[in-house]
């Protein structure tokens, strides 16, 4: 019998500090990024396509290693152990530092690509130049700052996806999720708008179009140079052009009808895709609170209205005045838009009202700002303006503001600080459309099982978007929300298999007085009045 | 204004001022020694494994309490006088209520072993608990735990995720065998196993050893055995926190005796939740019911009766769940350990040996009687409905499919356990 030899004893920490494995598989990792930071400060690889390739395949594998390590071999099931003890993961100094970084990688991407290597005309240099053979054999061009982006951005997704199936692999539905989000990651955004490219030439021009970036994600898609560019690409272009019009009133309303807007965020999405992917580690992040809930709501909604009045401009300023030339002039746009948003306003209140609750303030508002807007536009703007402002500025404001600031240098260079969904709960346009969708019309919900929640609040704190998903599930309540993506983690982490996510019917899809099963029906009828 | 004091913030006393609330304008006090705010007792294993930290544990933001009107204090109640209706706090104050509802939780089960007090020796009920787990395994290599029930199992987990090496002894032949058939706690014992968990069955504890620090170094089982120890979980049950009541005129036996409107023998005070022990048992359950659910059903029904609908406490079907490590469990109405009389059962297994379930009928009536379903997640609401309106077993069985709860795009067996089920229906019956 032995004595236990207390202070030299490494055993009964808690479990924040990383295995030999997993230290050699960052090293790993770190690796490859190693060599991409070298390019950035110009030291120069003799055979860029080689050392690219080492590179990139260094990092998939340093990440995938380390799944490996942290997940294989060990039964399968929630692997939640430590989060909140490890520095990264809550929100501890290497948090700090790992935020700062990305932060600092999307300062330079979108304002100072020159440090990276961008060279207007003229041979690229820097990490950039390191791109150029890939973006060569893609589309034929040399590379940009966008191009090293998405490149990136897909090998994160490709490689923390296999590390999120690695982790939930007893679990069918996120496994399906993560292989279509890895899928249209890399088909969609990545490698066909590369071969569009490809097919350019001097007459005929197709713009870079990431199919399922929809408006308005996709805040730049009705812009003159692209709207251009489409209709002189002659059928192929029009097609394009009516399906990213197709996808806005047609094709979203119906999946979101039938799945919720989780067909989109959790399903295909890109900045969802990362979110869920490279983001995991930090959905526990999020601000639960109700507090963080109302902010959500103005900020998502003014970003609506913004996006919105700005599209307008936008198009409005290229149209013409002459109905002979062109049928569709400024006059027709503008009452054509104010008339469809009549319609779904008028539509939501008279048919949808008890389901609008809260947020019919905020739709209301919402429409009465975007309306006066149209007007003034109407009354005030001259060739370019929208009462003092151009278009074009407005444009750029809403690029630079939300574009970029906010979904690249907040989205994702806070995930280590606020979590892995900022952008799509503050800032995302397009996840407020969706959720307005989901929640009036949709027959996607949650469902709660009768009495069994213990209250131990494992999903409201891994749920991403920061909805508070005990307080439904304490009460026997559905969880009919907008804000919610579907990534089925709640589901997934609960303890006590209380959550399902479904598309079920509309009947009482919304629980008003919802009760808690196992007392006596006669009380049980009683709490429901 | 009429005052309500409430003693416990645990589920049944929070229950009980939520519906309060909602029903009446009251002044309403809760107290409770242990934190400032309710926060869910059943999350403590999360807290230690860095799931979660105990702010996420409350299932209600801070400024609830409030808004809500219902006030809280920080104290313990020393003694009740319940013919000044006065409670005695520690901190000094007195307190005058006009109802009184006691719903002070439980304490854990220790038997008078040698050496249960030493250092390195702990239950794990409280959130205090918690804290000493914390600084009693800083330097545990090896952990001992007593007693293979719910929270037992929730402790070897906890330990394993700090890298210990864990071993339980359990007295029955079989994990939790008091309660689960041999199959489901075969079942359970190979995950058990599956964990690296020394799981020791028909083992019981004979005392535990310390050194000359009153240190626990190891322990003694009934047959002789030592197993050396830094560490020793005792998870043997709870028992009511009724210490307090020693001298007052309120009646116990092992908790707080209530009638079915959940009243103590003393006019205007009331038991609720872990504490509170049935007169007469109600059906199959047992006079001291301890889980989550319970509680929180208790915590309903005195609210109607303190606000003037008096109301017995009327359980539906039973119900319960649990985790063992990965493996989810669910329990709808009754099933033994050892079946009765009139009881059969249709059990199927997974071939991975980590899902299955059992459905239990009466062999006569063929009435369904309960199920147990491990790795398969069932809608509460169909499995209660069954028992409610007695469904017959061939129902169930067909019904199976629609009581599915498992996440979308999950494997489905019912076919394959419906296929299964009635034929073992026929051969039974033939
Ligand atoms: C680790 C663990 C896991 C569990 N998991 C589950 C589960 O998964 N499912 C399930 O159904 N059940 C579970 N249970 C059981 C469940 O938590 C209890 O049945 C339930 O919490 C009891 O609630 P209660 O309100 O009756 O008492 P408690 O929650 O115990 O609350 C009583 C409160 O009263 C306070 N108090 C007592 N005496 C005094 C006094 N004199 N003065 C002031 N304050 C006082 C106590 O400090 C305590 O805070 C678990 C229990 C534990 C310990
Ligand atoms: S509520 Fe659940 S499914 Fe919806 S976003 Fe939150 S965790 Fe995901
Ligand atoms: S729904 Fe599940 S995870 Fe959420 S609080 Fe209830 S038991 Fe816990």
């Not at chain 1, 995930?415 to 969706?434: D, E, Q």
């Not at chain 1, 589901?491 to 298999?497: K, L, M």
């Not at chain 2, 049944?12 to 926060?39: C, N, P």
């Amino acid at each position: 019998m032995s004595e236990v030899k207390k202070n030299m004893a490494l055993t009964g920490e808690p479990p924040a500090a990383l295995s030999a494995g997993q230290k050699g598989a960052t090293a790993l990792g770190m690796l490859g990024l190693g060599v991409l930071l070298l390019a950035v400060f110009n030291v120069h690889f003799p055979n860029k396509g080689l050392w690219l390739s080492l590179s990139l395949c260094t990092m998939v594998a340093g990440i995938i290693w380390f799944a490996q390590v942290t997940y294989a071999g060990k039964p399968s099931g929630i692997k939640n152990d430590g989060v909140w003890f490890k520095s990264i993961s809550s929100r501890g100094l290497w948090a700090w530092f790992f935020a700062l970084f990305i932060t600092g990688f999307y300062v330079v991407l979108y304002f100072f690509p020159q440090y990276l290597g961008l060279v207007k005309d003229g041979e690229n240099t820097g990490i950039i130049a390191l791109f150029d053979p890939l973006s060569k054999a893609l589309s034929g061009n040399p590379a940009s700052q966008w191009f090293v982006y998405g490149t990136l951005y897909t090998i994160a997704i490709f490689a923390f996806g296999i590390k999120f199936i690695w982790k939930y692999r007893h679990n069918r539905y996120e496994v399906i999720r993560t292989v279509s989000v890895m899928f249209f990651q890399t088909a969609f955004a990545f490698i066909i708008p590369e071969l569009m490219a490809r097919l350019n030439s001097e007459s005929w021009s197709l713009p870079y179009y990431d199919l399922k970036n929809i408006w308005p994600l996709n805040y730049y898609n009705f812009e003159q140079y692209r709207i251009d560019s489409f209709i002189s690409a002659g059928t192929v272009g029009t097609a394009l052009l009516i399906f990213g019009i197709l996808s806005i009133f047609v094709i979203t309303p119906v999946l979101t009808y039938k799945y919720g807007k989780r067909w989109y965020c959790s399903w295909v999405c890109g900045c969802g895709g990362l979110a869920e992917t490279a983001g995991d580690p930090f959905r526990q992040l999020s601000d639960k609170s109700v507090r963080a809930w109302k902010i959500e709501r103005w900020m998502v909604h003014s970003v609506v209205v913004f996006v919105t009045i700005m599209t307008t401009a936008v198009v409005h300023s290229y149209l013409g005045e002459d109905s002979g030339k062109y049928w569709l002039t400024r006059s027709t746009f503008l009452v054509g838009v104010a008339a469809v948003l009549t319609l779904v306003f008028v539509w939501a209140v008279v048919f949808k009202r008890d389901k609008l609750q809260k947020d019919a303030r905020y739709g209301a508002i919402g429409f009465f700002v975007v309306i006066m807007t149209l007007i003034g536009i109407h009354l005030f703007s001259g060739t370019q303006q929208v009462f003092l402002l151009e278009a074009e500025k407005l444009r750029s404001s809403y690029g630079f503001l939300i574009g970029a600031v906010f979904s690249g240098v907040i989205g994702v260079g806070f995930y280590p600080l606020m979590g892995s969904r900022v952008w799509c709960r503050f800032g995302c346009p397009m996840a407020a459309i969706l959720g307005f969708q989901q929640k009036l019309f949709s027959k996607f919900k949650i469902s709660t099982n009768g009495g069994q929640c213990i209250s131990c609040g494992n999903c409201s704190t891994y749920c991403e978007m920061g909805i508070d998903v005990r307080a439904y599930a304490q009460k026997g309540q559905n969880i009919v929300r907008s804000s919610c993506v579907g990534c089925g983690i709640c589901s997934a982490v609960c303890p006590r298999g209380v959550l399902k996510l479904e598309n079920d019917s509309h009947k009482g899809r919304v629980d008003e007085s919802p009760v808690l099963l196992g007392n006596a029906d006669n009380l049980l009828d009683l709490l429901k009045k | 204004m009429e005052h309500v004091i409430i003693i416990g913030n645990g589920i049944a006393g929070v229950t009980a001022a939520r519906h309060i609330r909602k029903l009446s304008d009251k002044q309403i006090t809760i107290i409770s020694k242990e934190s400032d705010h309710f926060f869910s007792r059943t999350a403590l294993m999360y807290i230690y494994m860095g799931h979660m930290k105990y702010e996420h544990t409350k299932p209600y933001e801070d400024h609830f309490w409030a808004k809500n009107r219902l006030e809280l204090l920080r104290d313990t109640v020393l003694s009740v006088n319940t013919d000044t209706r006065e409670l005695q706090l520690e901190k000094g104050t007195v307190l005058t209520y006009d109802q009184l509802i006691l719903a002070t939780g439980s304490r854990p089960n220790a038997f008078g072993w040698p050496g249960q007090n030493a250092k390195g020796v702990q239950g794990l009920y409280s959130l205090q608990d918690l804290e000493l787990l914390e600084e009693n395994t800083k330097h545990t290599r090896h952990a001992v735990i007593v007693g293979g029930g719910l929270i037992g199992i929730e402790l070897a987990e906890m330990l394993r995720t700090r890298h210990m090496d864990v071993t339980m002894l359990v007295r029955e032949k079989d994990f939790w065998g008091g309660v689960l058939p041999p199959k489901e706690a075969q079942l359970v014992g190979r995950h058990i196993r599956e964990h690296h968990i020394d799981l020791r069955l028909e083992t019981e504890l004979e005392e535990i050893l310390t050194d000359e620090h009153n240190q626990v170094k190891a322990v003694k089982t009934k047959s002789g055995e030592d197993i050396s120890c830094g560490f020793v979980g005792l998870t043997v049950g709870v028992h009511p926190n009724i210490g307090f009541l020693q001298n007052s005129p309120i009646e116990t036996d092992r908790g707080i005796l209530v009638n079915r409107a959940l009243e103590t023998n003393v006019p205007g005070v009331y038991a609720i939740g872990d504490c509170a022990q049935q007169r007469e048992a109600i059906g199959e359950r047992k006079p001291v019911e301890q889980v989550w659910y319970t509680g929180r059903m208790m915590g309903e029904t005195v609210a109607q009766t303190i606000c003037g609908n008096r109301m017995e406490y009327a359980p539906g079907p039973w119900f319960n769940s649990a985790k063992f490590f990965d493996i989810e469990y669910q329990t709808y109405g009754w099933v033994w350990a050892k079946p009765k009389e009139n009881e059969a059962s249709l059990y199927w297994e997974h071939e991975d040996g980590k899902k299955c379930l059992r459905l239990v009928y009466d062999k006569d009536s063929m009435r369904f009687l309960g199920l147990n379903a491990f790795g398969l997640r069932l809608r509460h609401e169909l499995c209660d409905a069954w028992l409610k309106k007695e469904a017959s077993i061939d129902h169930v069985i067909e019904a199976l499919p629609s009581a599915n709860f498992d996440p979308e795009f999950y494997q489905k067996h019912e076919q394959d356990i419906m296929r299964q089920f009635s034929k073992n229906l026929k051969t039974a019956a033939a």
